[in-house]
């Protein structure tokens, strides 16, 4: 008896690793491979007190997209202050690290300030896969979170970056290759 449920058991552990498994490497293969970050076009900067940088930003006070979330995590974390000065017609956006910022590497002289990297969180669904163009192809409907959050990061703060309080919706096409299914 015991045979039978140990038998039945590792079945049922292979059948979950089957296509739904493929398709979380070959999605992770494809998402995971770019930090979430704040960066600039020159990332080689120092934050110093009393050092104000100035960047041209698309900065806004409401409707922030995936980058201004993180400037604004950063300020509402107490790490930048976060301000616009006019410029001529236009205005720029002034960085200044505070003190509490002073005390703690948030930013990368290569990639910015990064608060992780997205990783499928749950395959939810995917089309039965057929032949089309010569090819083998689904499309599906997954879950992906954050990932490799950094130390310093507080999640409160950051709440408005995608993927850091709850998992997020995507779909995906993949076509299977002779090396197993892979994101287009």
């Excluded at 997209?65 to 616009?84: F, H, M, N, R, Y």
Aim: charged share 25%; proline share 2%; glycine share 12%.
């Amino acid at each position: 008896m015991k045979k039978i449920l140990l038998v039945a058991g590792a079945a049922l552990v292979l059948a979950g690793c089957g296509e739904k498994g493929d398709f979380e490497k070959a999605i992770n293969a494809k998402i995971s491979k770019s930090k979430v970050c704040y960066s600039l076009q020159d990332n080689n900067i120092v934050f110093n007190k009393g050092f104000p940088i100035r960047v041209n930003s698309g900065y806004r006070s409401a409707g922030y997209s995936a980058s201004d979330e993180i400037l604004k995590g950063l300020a509402d974390q107490g790490l930048l202050d976060v301000s616009q000065q006019a410029n001529g017609f236009s205005s720029v956006v002034v960085l200044e690290v505070t003190d509490k910022g002073q005390q703690v590497e948030f930013w990368d002289k290569k990639d910015g300030a990064c608060v992780g990297h997205r990783v499928v969180a749950e395959i939810t669904s995917w089309t039965e896969p057929s032949g089309g163009a010569g090819a083998k192809i689904t499309q599906v409907t997954y879950t992906w979170k954050l990932n490799g959050v950094p130390g310093w990061v507080d999640k409160k703060a950051f709440s408005g970056v995608k993927g850091m309080a709850e998992p997020e919706e995507a779909k995906i096409v993949l076509v299977k290759t002779n090396n197993g299914w892979a994101a287009r």
